[in-house]
């Protein structure tokens, strides 16, 4: 508590220091809003003087669509915002001084319809951002009717292994947030949530490589924030969708979005289900050696089949209690339940080849994740140059996962054993934050802002062993483990815009708790261990406008990853009868240094050079157990050194035909030690294409797939190369109301996940096949109040503008 008090009183005291250092002088605020009347951030907007078009400011909005602008001397002016893909929005004539504080404008899209649900085949699916990437995932056909996993294959820079483990540009552990809250979750659970997630939630995914300050230090690979859709338009307004797939088996995504607006309060709704059947055929040839020599070999092939249904629901209301001041609440829940089996028959060769014994595996898996959220929000105004903003978050989650093994020799003397695994676990999260912002008068300004949250894990892992008709618990297995953590953080940025020159430099301070105690049992003792420490991560960028098309950006950052509470439980997973998984409470914190230089042509051609450095390397261990039995597990094992080169090309190559093209290349050192000290690299590159055709007014086409080279996230475990094409047709209907969208993905059904692992003694390739080419016919309704048409020269805006200083 006295760590908190004294981040609190650092946090006052900044904001009173920044307030009474403010310029006097008075402002127009300029407030931008998209076609959603969505706050449009990193809009350009310039003030020119009437008499001859001169321009006198320049201002990029923040990230809730604001410039501020200092009042002019008295003359007639009229304000130019423009952003790409966007048509260019010009004011009429305006006087100074202004009447008003504020004023609204709002930009439509280029080739912006006046239904909400048309073809937008001119919008591109990728746009670069100062900071960030963003993918928009209704601009890619052939995203329709995907989970958020795969969309995440397919995003230029990301790359999922065959446990669905992200790294970002090359870089492993990202932090994973959605809409800008952190999930608190990782390995598999975080795995089931996106693979369950439809696309048809999803609006955008920021892909940001080197965060601010602002955002949480964790993720030496960056943060990727899944923005879900969430409509915001005024009246009553809904959209359906309605999905169906089919890869071995069918799959189903339904989803509802409702939204009712007025001047005082935005109520809304989304509701999806989804029920999907999903399989993996996993082949596995392990090579065991003695003296360099092969001794014997373990042929193993594994049939997974799985049927889940997803049930999400979030509400919420934003009640506008003033023009300065908002407040809302949002509640969702999430349910998943997993029920899968798997047949696997492991057989074991002599050196010779000829086979010595086999052994079949059946596995019955019932997976139940539960998840409740509240979130209560407060913005508030003050005066015109100044933001505060507080968030209060609890997360609650259920998760359950339960399994039965039964291994059956298969002689005529064989045995028959088997083992019952009930992993039940509770994850408890809290989490407050406030946020301050100054608007300086000079294209400046300053945020700071204290966050705390406080996580609290229940585990407990109970395994009864089989033999025959008998049943006895197992004990030395079975496991009891309860963690908690406290992450409290406080943070400044400063953001100054001079000229051509723009720079932003935060640091960001985040003290970490955790306290876990691994519970006894009648054959192991109690055990604890806990850990305190605190760490400073600069960050910031500068950025130098060399004219008007071209932008040229150096950044760096510091940042952290904490050892998911998971992989600090020491209970032992059984992944078959020869591999099974553990965790490790002695891992530690991986620091990296993130430096990236970057130059942008417009939205034409972005390129960009990256060089990162991790200490206390996060990798997997493999260990082995007797003379048959490996481990896997997860530990710090050194360095690793990450020089990127990422280059992306949009352009159009005739009017009806939009390209976009990501090339991302890496070169990765490990230096560690496994056993024997170890060193490996690897040069790997990722190519990402998408073809956007604009056939008629109404009806369009896609062709896009992306390739991975060989690549390496882990000391011991290389993967083979792999990828796919996926092609897409799309066709308004009912007036623009309606949509139909056909796509195929993974046409060739190419992207099988092969590799080749080194274990102490041995060798595996493996290869795992999955459910990855899909078909899928989709139908999307907009109903309620349409949005209406806006005169581009004035927009909503000309009713302020008479009142700011009158038209001529």
Do not use: C
């Not at 014997?296 to 209690?321: N, R």
């Not at 407060?378 to 140059?385: A, N, R």
């Not at 291994?407 to 676990?425: D, W």
């Not at 990828?723 to 309606?738: D, E, N, T």
Request: hydrophobic share 35%; proline share 3%.
């Amino acid at each position: 508590m006295n760590f908190l008090r004294s981040l609190l009183l650092l946090f006052l005291l900044l904001s009173t220091i920044s307030s009474f250092s403010q310029k006097k002088n008075k402002t127009i605020k300029i407030i931008v809003l998209n076609e959603k009347n969505v706050p449009f951030q990193y809009v350009t907007v310039q003030l020119f003087l009437a008499k001859n078009s001169s321009s006198i400011q320049t201002v990029k909005t923040d990230n809730k669509g604001i410039a501020i602008f200092t009042q002019p001397a008295p003359g007639t002016y009229f304000f130019y915002a423009k952003a790409v893909g966007y048509e260019t929005y010009k004011t009429d004539i305006i006087k100074s001084p202004f009447v008003l504080n504020s004023l609204t404008l709002r930009i439509l899209p280029t080739s912006q319809l006046l239904k909400e649900v048309t073809i937008e085949g001119n919008k591109p699916g990728v746009q670069y951002i100062q900071g960030k990437i963003v993918v928009n995932i209704d601009a890619d056909i052939t995203n329709t009717g995907t989970t958020v996993l795969e969309l995440l294959e397919k995003s230029p820079g990301v790359m999922v292994n065959k446990e669905g483990a992200i790294s970002l540009q090359g870089k492993s552990t990202v932090l994973v947030m959605i809409d800008e809250k952190p999930t608190y979750l990782s390995g598999v659970d975080l795995t089931n949530l996106l693979a369950s997630m439809n696309s048809a939630q999803v609006n955008q995914i920021e892909l940001i490589t080197n965060p601010s300050a602002k955002y949480d230090a964790s993720g030496n690979g960056g943060i990727i924030n899944i923005k879900t859709k969430k409509n915001n338009q005024d009246g009553f307004n809904g959209t359906i969708t309605t999905i169906a797939g089919w890869s071995r088996d069918y799959k189903n995504n339904n989803s509802l979005l409702l939204n009712y607006k007025t001047r005082k309060i935005n109520a809304f709704a989304t509701a999806s289900y989804n029920t999907n059947n999903n399989f993996v055929d996993i082949k596995a040839y392990r090579n065991y050696f003695g003296n360099n020599q092969a001794t014997e070999a373990l042929d193993q092939t594994t049939a997974i089949s799985s049927l889940t249904h997803y049930k999400f629901l979030k509400t919420g209301l934003d009640f506008y209690a003033s023009k300065n001041t908002t407040i809302g609440i949002a509640l969702s829940g999430t349910l998943i339940k997993k029920d899968g089996e798997s047949n696997a028959l492991a057989t074991w060769k002599k050196e010779s080849g000829s086979i010595d014994s086999a052994i079949s595996t059946n596995s019955n898996t019932q997976y139940e994740f539960r998840n409740g959220a509240i979130n209560l929000n407060l913005k508030q105004s003050i005066g015109d140059q100044q933001d505060l903003s507080v968030d209060l978050d609890m997360l609650s989650y259920s998760l359950n996962n339960n399994q039965e093994f039964t291994n059956k020799l298969l002689t005529f003397k064989g045995y028959t054993q088997g083992t019952n695994i009930e992993v039940p676990s509770t994850i408890k999260i809290y989490a407050v934050k406030a946020d301050h912002i100054i608007h300086f008068n000079d294209n400046a300004q300053l945020e700071s802002g204290i966050k705390a949250s406080s996580i609290n894990t229940d585990n407990s892992a109970g395994y009864t062993n089989l033999n025959g008709n008998m049943r006895y618990p197992d004990l030395n297995r079975s496991n009891h483990f309860k963690y908690k953590e406290n992450v409290n953080a406080i943070y400044s940025t400063y953001q100054k815009k001079m000229g051509r020159i723009n720079a932003q430099l935060g640091l960001r301070y985040e003290h970490t708790n955790y306290d876990a105690n691994q519970l006894g049992n009648a054959v192991k003792p109690d055990s604890t261990f806990s850990r305190s420490y605190g760490n400073l991560f600069p960050s910031g960028y500068l950025s130098y406008q060399a004219d008007s098309l071209n932008i040229f950006t150096i950044t760096a950052s510091r940042r952290i990853d904490r050892p998911a509470y998971q992989k600090l439980n020491p209970f032992t997973f059984i992944v078959n009868k020869y591999t099974i998984q553990r965790g490790n409470p002695y891992i530690l914190p991986q620091y990296s240094w993130n430096l990236e230089l970057s130059h942008r042509f417009k939205q034409v051609l972005t390129t960009s050079l990256s060089y990162s450095i991790v200490d206390n390397y996060f990798s997997q261990i493999f260990l082995s157990e007797g003379s048959d039995v490996l481990i896997y597990t997860d530990g710090n094992v050194g360095k690793m050194t990450n020089l990127g080169l990422s280059v992306s090309l949009q352009f159009f190559p005739a009017k009806w035909w939009l390209f976009n093209g990501q090339g991302n290349f890496n070169y990765k050192k490990f230096n560690g030690y496994q056993n024997i000290n170890y060193q490996s690299y690897i040069n790997q590159f990722q190519l990402s294409l998408s073809n956007q055709f604009s056939i008629t007014k109404t009806f369009s086409g896609e062709v896009s797939g992306f390739y991975l080279t060989k690549a390496r996230n882990d000391l011991q475990e290389l993967l083979y190369p792999n990828g796919q094409i996926s092609a897409g047709l799309s066709k308004s209907i009912l007036k623009g109301k309606g949509s139909l969208k056909f796509n195929a993905r993974d046409i060739f059904f190419t992207q099988k996940m092969e590799g080749l692992t080194d274990f102490p003694q041995a060798q595996e390739y493996f290869k795992l096949t999955r459910d990855s080419r899909l078909f899928v016919l989709s139908f999307s309704y907009r109903f309620g109040k349409p949005i209406k048409a806006t005169k581009r020269s004035n927009g909503g805006a000309t009713d302020e503008m008479r009142r700011v200083g009158g038209l001529n």
